[in-house]
């Protein structure tokens, strides 16, 4: 973290659906995180942890449901339309589905120019310069630029949709599991571009994935995420070498490494169950039912997220401040 | 130890509207009595053809084997008909795939769908076989299994359904299990716990495993031996330590460079393997790997590299391992 300026805050936010019959599915349940300029903010989980959503309400596809978005200190208010339309300028999006999230009857020179077509940016001449360039940045070169989506392997999709986001020069791009989808020798290819931007452009990523070690590399801060809930929140350097919610330590004890010999001496704590349903949650901390160390206090009453650490928050009662 | 499969120069290949694709290009291994082979490799490498071929899943036609040789415990698979294709699948080798949610049939009782294997090779009453399906998901640490095996596969979880394809797999005690990417649709958490089960099952049935993986972490946690395979052949097998510790094929290498670590410090630059895998339409004339290798030499481009004995049991598929290559090309890492 270069210098320590909010670029976008949540203040208890919260997403529900209506699944009916009456009941509600809590996919992100008051949830209070900064985001700050320049800095990469991991999001680990496994799924339906509700990352996906946080990503979406922080994107500005999903109106929160209670809570507050603040971008540069502005509260942004999804329901107004001119509000929404500016902050798209500003906040863009890399959907994890190479193959789901590009058009495939639009040609990929239209897919990336058709965000500045929207904001209005440029001449017609100059978009399609443009769009040329952000071939070039991200890889690809200008014959592409009129040929279609299905021409392309996986890993040149994802740089067309990492050149879309792009266009239109947003500060913030939240990054949705943009590398699950993709083979392990593709994968460093896209992780390698997307630090290279970050430093060449200055750009703000909210990162989310489920393969931690990828996380570890190129967060500067981490967010563990359970059932709705931020449990654990905290430099990524840190977050490894002082894991303190019984979460987030299950977690990374089940990540296997690809080293015979660790493996062989890891003794992993292998977590028992299944995440439960975030439809209709007990009150409580929600990984007690899981939780090898839960007491009657975890299972009555929801624990706050607390510093705990110098930077580091943890949503657990039994974790106490050093 | 005897060997419970042996594959001998197997070509397998599609036909389709576009030509023909030559999925798998000249395969050869083996895998001992009980021990895990994991077959590594990226999509559209042809490991999941080999292992379909094994149990003759692929619809033929299209797919066509077009040479070589399967034997599993003593049976040609390659000349076996359907009817005895029947008999042997499920007995001598069973299959977990990839997908748990679609593997199961929604409309039957799982307990059912466990049932049907047992009836099919092993001459067993109905009340006989059921205490057989119960007892097949106690071994899978299925809580419940007796209510459980009443209930329809919508009513599990993930892991579970994945717990219930293992039990059916092992119904029958097969001398060989392949798992197709067995953990690759369920979360960290519960990957642990089917890797915990399936080394578990290893133990108490003494079964070979073939997993077939991208993973190499799960490689790493699981498996004896490795075969790393690239556009349709087997370019390097050994031990794990050997593949781990000691790779010496530059596709091996790259791919367990390019995998960041807890270790690996943020500004370090992840190494990338440049371009994509061949078109398999048209391999290409000499070494597969070629274009992206970043030791590509002439004659690489030319000529099939013939494979090399590194050491006992550890071969790769390389002409920088030719007795006639300078030293310098050999280290150049």
């Excluded at chain 1, 670029?7 to 599915?25: M, Q, R």
């Excluded at chain 1, 500005?60 to 902050?87: A, C, M």
């Excluded at chain 2, 895990?36 to 990226?42: D, F, N, W």
């Excluded at chain 2, 029947?86 to 049932?115: A, E, H, W, Y």
């Amino acid at each position: 973290m270069a210098e320590k300026n909010k670029l976008i805050s949540l203040d208890n936010v919260c997403k529900y659906f209506n699944v009916g019959h009456g009941k509600t599915l809590k996919a992100v349940d008051g949830i209070t995180l900064n985001i700050y300029k320049g800095e990469t903010l991991g999001v680990v989980g496994e799924s339906g942890c509700g990352k996906s959503t946080l990503g979406r309400v922080v994107m500005g596809i999903y109106h929160p449901t209670s809570g507050k978005l603040e971008y540069e200190g502005q509260e942004v208010n999804l329901r107004k339309t001119k509000d929404r339309f500016q902050y798209s300028k500003k906040a863009q999006i890399i959907f994890q589905d190479p193959y789901a999230s590009l058009n495939p009857r639009m040609t990929v020179g239209d897919i990336i120019a058709e965000g500045m077509e929207i904001h209005n940016m440029y001449t017609k001449e100059k978009r399609t310069q443009r769009v040329y360039e952000l071939l070039d940045t991200v890889g690809l070169n200008k014959e592409h630029a009129n040929r279609f989506p299905h021409e392309f392997s996986g890993g040149q999709r994802q740089r067309i949709g990492i050149a879309r986001a792009l266009a239109i020069e947003p500060e913030f791009i939240v990054c949705d599991e943009p590398i699950s989808a993709l083979d392990v020798s593709i994968q460093s290819q896209v992780i390698n571009l997307l630090k290279e931007l970050q430093e060449r452009l200055g750009l703000t990523y909210m990162f989310i994935a489920h393969d931690l070690n990828i996380v570890k590399y190129i967060s500067d801060r981490i967010a563990v995420m359970y059932l709705g809930n931020l449990v654990e929140l905290a430099p990524s350097d840190d977050i490894y070498a002082h894991t303190l919610h019984p979460y987030s330590q299950a977690l990374l004890a089940s990540v296997p490494i690809p080293d015979p010999d660790k493996e062989a001496q890891k003794r992993a704590q292998v977590l028992s169950g299944d995440v439960p349903s975030p439809i209709n949650p007990k009150p409580g901390c929600k990984f007690a039912g899981r939780c090898p160390k839960a007491c009657d206090r975890c299972r009555a009453e929801t624990p706050a997220l607390r510093e705990i650490r110098p930077n580091h928050f943890v949503a657990c009662h039994l974790v106490q401040p050093e | 130890m005897a060997d419970v499969l042996k594959i001998e120069n197997l070509h397998v290949s599609f036909d389709t509207y576009a030509g023909e694709v030559h999925a798998v290009r000249g395969v050869s291994l083996h895998v001992n009595e009980g021990e895990v082979l994991a077959i590594v490799g990226e999509s559209g490498c042809g490991k999941s053809v080999t292992a379909q071929t094994i149990m003759k899943l692929n619809p033929m036609p299209p797919a066509r084997i077009k040479e070589g040789s399967i034997d599993l415990c003593g049976e040609d698979i390659v000349a076996a008909s359907e009817k005895k294709m029947q008999d042997i699948r499920g007995r001598l080798v069973s299959m977990i795939f990839q997908d748990p949610m679609t593997c199961l049939n929604p409309t039957m009782k799982v307990g059912k769908q466990l049932t049907e294997a047992i009836c099919q090779h092993r001459k067993l009453s109905k009340e006989e076989a059921k205490k057989e399906a119960v007892r097949l998901l106690e071994m899978v640490q299925i809580p419940n299994a007796a209510e459980r095996a009443e209930q329809y596969p919508h009513e599990f979880s993930g892991g579970m359904r994945q717990r219930a394809m293992i039990a059916m797999a092992m119904s029958c005690e097969p001398k060989l299990l392949i798992a197709d990417e067995p953990t690759t649709a369920l979360d960290v958490t519960i990957q642990a716990q089917i890797m915990q089960l399936m080394a578990k099952v290893r133990e108490e049935t003494g079964t070979a495993i073939i997993l077939i993986t991208h993973d190499l972490g799960v490689v790493a946690n699981l498996a004896d031996r490795v075969a790393v395979m690239y556009a349709g052949k087997i370019v390097e097998t050994g031990t794990a330590e050997d593949i781990f510790y000691r790779p010496k094929h530059p596709y091996t290498q790259a791919l367990l460079k390019s995998l960041p670590t807890v270790e690996t410090s943020r500004d370090e630059k992840l190494v990338s393997i440049a371009g994509t895998p061949p078109d398999l339409f048209m391999p290409p004339k000499g070494c597969e790997f070629a274009s992206r290798c970043e030791h590509c030499m002439k004659v690489c481009k030319k000529h099939v590299p013939p494979t090399y004995e590194v050491s006992a049991g550890h071969k790769a598929v390389c002409w920088r391992l030719h007795p006639a290559c300078p030293t310098q090309m050999k280290e150049g890492n």
